[in-house]
């Protein structure tokens, strides 16, 4: 009798819908479609012969294009590009929906030969907002003093955050901001008063009040790019400092990820050598219920080149960060 009420209890409880926790601000739980994003720093990917910094060929463009195709992004999230033609370059003819930095457009945030722009290429079938970028990421764009218009004079040159969303309106609405901070301070030990350093930190407030405006909205986001700044070190300050000044924590994805970047590079007497990064400075963070997702069914890696490539093509000196809502297969 005992067992036969132990059985039919065990019946009962598995008839009953089961319960996924998710702190999703809308009424379905993960309503996430299958994503793929990847975060990629191009170095100087520019096709103006007469700007190019670092000198491509057409099959080191071609070898770009093939990891691009071989990764197959729903979302490429690219840093460093110097204009539209540039990324065409090395994506499929058609397919993509290109989104360049609002930063092209402002004379004197931008230089006269050669820019490192941030921007997105969409897939054509994902519907996509763009509103403005977030621009007071340039923190060097205002001086003391007024102009005789009584607005304060643009000097800066730093990148602009790119902003976009997708499937806005529905329950899968996400925020997407893709970011390339200012190098030089790359973890604590980095000089605190270094003018890197204080502008990384100016650049951090910045972003914690974009992240902040998202929780408070309710809204999904996901933050991802050229950091410039370790924070899986133990030593970093950036993520300790964001999370201090929000509401609810941001989610570090790239926790996890194994750095094993090999790369190229000419050195000042024109000679080539190799060298392996070992430590993200590419990174992703994104609101809980993202995380929740991409932890549950998802996968978060680097895109390592192998020492064939490195030895034949100019590729990059990152390599691309892949972010996907859920596993092949």
């Not at 539209?84 to 360049?100: C, M, Q, R, T």
């Not at 955050?161 to 190098?183: M, Q």
């Not at 064939?308 to 859920?326: G, M, N, R, T, W």
Request: with cysteine; net charge positive.
């Amino acid at each position: 009798m005992q067992r036969r009420l132990i059985n039919t209890a065990l019946t009962v409880i598995l008839m009953l819908p089961s319960v996924v926790y998710s702190d999703a601000p809308d009424h379905q739980v993960n309503p996430f479609p299958p994503l793929s994003i990847v975060s990629w720093n191009m170095q100087w990917l520019s096709t103006g012969s007469n700007k190019t910094i670092i000198n491509r060929t057409a099959p080191d463009y071609r070898q770009l294009a093939g990891i691009v195709r071989a990764l197959s992004p729903d979302i490429l999230a690219f840093q460093e590009v110097d204009s539209v033609d540039a990324i065409e370059a090395i994506l499929p003819p058609s397919g993509y929906k290109i989104f360049l930095s609002d930063r092209r457009h402002s004379p004197t945030e931008i230089f006269p030969d050669i820019n490192q722009y941030t921007g997105f290429a969409i897939r054509s079938t994902i519907p996509v907002d763009n509103p403005q970028d977030l621009s007071s990421l340039n923190v060097g764009s205002y001086i003391k003093g007024k102009t005789k218009h009584g607005h304060r004079a643009t000097t800066g040159k730093l990148r602009y955050g790119s902003y976009i969303v997708i499937h806005k309106g529905t329950d899968a609405e996400l925020h997407l901001l893709n970011i390339h901070l200012k190098s030089g301070c790359f973890t604590g030990k980095s000089k605190k008063t270094s003018k890197a350093c204080r502008t990384l930190r100016r650049q951090a407030s910045i972003l914690a009040s974009w992240v902040q405006q998202r929780q408070d909205n309710n809204e999904h986001y996901i933050v991802v790019g050229d950091f410039n700044h370790r924070l899986n070190s133990r030593h970093q300050w950036l993520l300790t400092a964001l999370n201090q000044a929000l509401s609810s924590p941001v989610y570090n994805l790239t926790k996890h990820v194994d750095a094993a970047c090999l790369v190229s590079y000419r050195k000042r007497n024109g000679s080539r050598t190799k060298r392996l990064y070992r430590s993200l400075v590419d990174h992703a963070i994104s609101s809980k219920a993202i995380a929740r997702a991409i932890t549950t069914n998802g996968v978060v890696y680097q895109h390592y080149f192998t020492a064939a490539e490195v030895e034949k093509y100019q590729l990059s000196d990152h390599c691309p960060l892949v972010i996907s809502f859920y596993k092949a297969g």
